[in-house]
């Protein structure tokens, strides 16, 4: 069975940083795209980031790149979110994704496996 599990979410003041993580397991996804997203209540998902088998090929959502960085290991099984210059409207519950797909895919209907999602609060 497959599981992804996020970690590193919580509360940081406008400005700040925060890392988030994602490790897969029950399959391996070295060869597959791992994606971000997040959601705010009454919200549908809004795609954050992708990255491909090659650790080096990347998409990132609308107005987002410049702050936030997508990264894996495939080593770990894992994928990484680094999030800086946070800001209140940032704030959302972030779910890894993962997908067959070996292509980079933006729609959250394109991904097969997700997180159980971990909250990030930003306040001002």
């Known amino acids: 069975q497959v599981h992804l599990v996020e970690s590193g979410g919580g509360a940081v003041q406008a400005g700040g940083s925060l890392r988030l993580s994602c490790t897969a397991s029950?399959?391996?996804?070295?060869?597959?795209?791992l994606g971000w997203f997040r959601q705010t209540p009454g919200k549908g998902r809004q795609f954050l980031a992708a990255i491909d088998w090659t650790e080096s090929i990347t998409e990132y959502g609308d107005s987002l790149y410049g702050r936030f960085f997508i990264s894996r290991d495939n080593k770990k099984n894992t994928v990484y979110l680094q999030m800086n210059s946070l800001q209140p409207d940032d704030t959302a519950v972030y779910y890894c994704?993962?997908?067959?797909?070996?292509?980079?895919?933006?729609?959250?209907?394109?991904?097969?496996?997700w997180g159980q999602g971990t909250q990030v609060t930003v306040s001002s």
């Open positions: 994704a993962a997908t067959i797909h070996n292509i980079l895919v933006v729609r959250e209907s394109d991904y097969d496996y």
């Open positions: 029950g399959r391996d996804f070295t060869d597959n795209v």
